[in-house]
């Protein structure tokens, strides 16, 4: 895997490893560590066979910047309104949820240097900067996505080694909530803690010279690391703090709060992991979002850099303290999305049967009942 498909499998995983980085220990937790690690492993294999459906949709379509074009191409005129809508809709929360955590964030580091801001003037800055780099290009996301993936997962080895001497084998036994439908209902948020899907067209366009065995490849290596970074990370927070104490946190802020008996400085350090967590996701949907609206609205970057960042901005500054709420909402959303929306336009595109040489996503027909069960499941999960 030359570097360039490296760099892309890489922002996958820092799409993924965002918000539910932070917010997995705080729903998952008290349900126990067995169950827990069960249902994530069970999300993660369901959510990486939806983004190889996508794959193979937008190989078989003939690509496209954003999932407006290979809706059009594969669904028609209706399929591509209802995909415009959901994508929107997915993006949006996940951006806001994205701002609202890097925003708690960057007013309590701002406060450790001396200096005041407001919450709101956290949001605005850093959706300004953050947002400017997306508009650079995929590009400079990927080279600059490096080097951030690295400081990240550096600042990870260093957390969990500063807190294996405090770390309790007994808290890995307890169990605060022995209720079973409370944890399936914890689905939406583990689904969206994967939600990577979004940038696969962005990246097929990007190695457009990679062959169909490289792209498939690319997508389960940039799943597999958040998946091993999220169970490391939900045995070292578990280990170190009760689950009843967890259950109790709603922010970014307090989670980095409970560890700070551990060691002095190793607030500082987290802060950095799960600011670096964000800053990568933010980057992976915002390109997805960036290039989709450059896809659908042919405007210039100034132009597409404005109709991005707005709405996420103006959601996240009327929606403060609601990190979890809004990322549970974009779990539902992301369901539709990214599991019937790429079955429906594999099953379209098998039917034709035009191109049975090209990449078509392992376990044929049964493997697409899975499919069309796990996004049952996760339904059900919210109506239970």
């Known amino acids: ?7 892309s499998a ?14 997995i220990p705080m729903v998952l937790a008290q349900f126990g560590l067995f169950y827990g690690t069960l249902l994530m492993a069970f999300i993660w294999f369901g959510t990486t066979y939806s983004a190889l459906l996508l794959l193979e949709a937008t190989i078989k379509s003939g690509g496209g910047l954003g999932l407006n074009t290979i809706a059009r191409k594969t669904l028609g005129k209706g399929g591509q309104l209802v995909s415009n809508a959901l994508l929107y809709a997915l993006l949006i929360c996940l951006l806001m949820a994205y701002i609202l955590g890097a925003a708690d964030l960057l007013t309590k580091g701002a406060s450790s240097l001396g200096l005041t801001l407001s919450f709101t003037q956290s949001q605005i800055l850093f959706t300004l900067v953050a947002g400017a780099i997306v508009a650079c290009g995929t590009g400079v996301i990927d080279k600059l996505n490096r080097l951030l993936f690295l400081v990240m997962i550096a600042s990870l080895i260093i957390t969990l080694f500063v807190l294996l001497p405090h770390f309790s084998t007994q808290n890995l036994t307890q169990v605060s909530n022995h209720d079973h439908l409370g944890l399936i209902q914890t689905s939406a948020v583990l689904f969206t803690s994967f939600g990577f899907m979004v940038v696969i067209p962005s990246l097929v366009s990007y190695n457009n010279d990679a062959s169909h065995k490289q792209l498939r490849n690319m997508v389960i290596l940039g799943s ?10 939900l045995f070292a927070v578990v280990g170190n703090l009760p689950p009843a104490q967890l259950k109790e946190f709603s922010s970014v802020s307090q989670l980095m709060a409970g560890f ?21 996701s933010f980057f992976g949907v915002a390109m997805s ?44 959303i992301l369901v539709f999305l990214a599991v019937f929306v790429p079955l ?22 049964m493997m697409m009942l899975f499919g069309l069960a796990f996004g049952g499941f996760l339904l059900v999960s919210q109506m239970v």
């Open 10 to 23: 890489l922002i996958i995983s820092g799409t993924a490893l965002g918000a539910g980085m932070l917010a």
């Open 260 to 280: 700070e008996h551990e060691a002095p400085w190793i607030g500082s350090v987290l802060s950095l992991f799960t600011g670096l967590a964000l800053l990568t």
């Open 344 to 365: 429906a336009m594999v099953y379209k595109l098998r039917a034709t049967d035009t191109l049975s040489e090209s990449y078509a996503a392992e376990g044929g027909n």
């Open 289 to 332: 979002l960036f290039d989709q609206n450059s896809d659908t609205f042919k405007q210039n970057r100034v132009v597409t850099y404005v109709l991005t960042f707005i709405l996420p901005l103006v959601g996240a500054i009327m929606a403060a303290d609601q990190f979890l709420s809004v990322l549970a909402y974009a779990g539902i």
């Open 1 to 7: 895997m030359n570097t360039k498909l490296l760099g």
């Open 224 to 233: 597999v690391i958040p998946l091993f970074c999220y169970l490391c990370w």
